[in-house]
């Protein structure tokens, strides 16, 4: 069972979208619907909106899935597993839910059955302003936790009004995904990635992919390390495999202040000192890369350890 958050504060419109969701890709999925408040009124909604099968809905009303509620938010995750084994299940928290604290909970009963997908958060595009001023944790957590970031009610606004939300989502969440045009103009390829990408940002295949999957690549800009021992450790867990099937690599960066060079291949890898260089960058190429996990640790660790 695949596990699909979708996030975002408070009448961003996630019921919708996760009604566009079910259309759009034609899959047949479980919701796990948390309600601000004892009244299921958004799963009702969708309830009503679905033809007959095409979402088996679950409700939580008493709590949020984040905090006071979140023992019981595992015993459901685990009885939907058990009980229907979806293929997919969606997870729209409330809309004052706190996104890592959701992920940090499903992370804890990850196992070979449940695995956890990029979460998605709507942000309203004429709200976000007002509710990252008044509720700035809340609001940022959302956004910094997504892995697609869906900008919604924008049929009416500028692209000069779309271009500042972005920048700004852009600033709180670098690595995530913005989609600024409305959804529904989405590609059916953008639609399947949602229900693709995993967490740690590597891409599920098919069987028939997977036989035939060539190695992928990737690289990195700006990156820097904040000593030789740090690299050192990083290129160890690479060729163990904690950052996916990597068969070669090859970077140039800033340990601290002495400009390095490495190279992996077959399974060892070699550092050297090098002249100063403007531009530090590394290239990897293999199968299953964790692309999301590379970046976060030279961009998010390093740089805040310099």
């Known amino acids: 069972m695949k596990i699909l958050i979708v996030s975002g504060f408070l009448g961003a419109g996630k019921t919708t979208f996760i009604k566009a969701l079910a259309r759009c890709t034609g899959k047949k999925f479980a919701v796990l619907e948390n309600e601000y408040g004892a009244a299921g009124i958004d799963g009702d909604r969708l309830n009503q909106s679905m033809k007959n099968g095409e979402v088996n809905l679950w409700e939580m009303t008493d709590g949020c899935i984040c905090c006071s509620a979140k023992g019981d938010f595992a015993t459901s995750v685990l009885t939907i597993a058990n009980a229907v084994d979806p293929e997919y299940l ?23 059955r449940i695995s956890l997908l990029a979460p998605v958060t709507i942000v309203d595009i004429h709200s976000y302003q007002r509710y990252q001023r008044e509720y700035p944790e809340l609001y940022l957590n959302q956004i910094r936790e997504a892995g697609t970031i869906i900008v919604s009610k924008t049929e009416e606004s500028a692209e000069s009004e779309k271009d500042a939300l972005k920048r700004f989502l852009r600033k709180e969440n670098p690595n ?3 989609v600024t045009q409305h959804y529904t103009s989405m590609s059916n390829e953008m639609w399947e990635q949602l229900l693709l990408t995993k967490y740690d ?5 098919t069987e028939d992919e997977a036989s035939q999957k060539m190695p992928e690549s990737f690289s990195v800009n700006n990156v820097v390390t904040s000593s030789v021992e740090r690299i050192i450790l990083f290129l160890e ?22 400009p390095i060079q490495f190279d992996v291949a077959d399974g060892r890898y070699c550092i050297t000192g090098i ?32």
Do not use: S, W
Not at 96 to 112: D, P
Not at 278 to 303: C, D, H, P, S
């Open 275 to 306: 002249d100063g260089i403007t531009t530090g960058k590394a290239v990897f190429i293999g199968k299953e890369l964790k692309r999301q996990k590379i970046r976060r640790y030279f961009i998010t660790k390093n740089k805040m350890r310099i």
């Open 90 to 112: 969606v997870v729209e928290p409330t809309g004052v839910g706190m996104l890592g604290h959701i992920v940090e909970n499903l992370q804890q009963i990850e196992y070979e």
């Open 237 to 258: 867990d690479l060729i163990r495999g904690k950052y996916g099937d990597v068969i070669r690599a090859k970077g140039q960066m800033y340990a601290g202040k002495i």
């Open 201 to 205: 940002g590597t891409v599920i295949c």
């Open 176 to 178: 995530a995904v913005i």
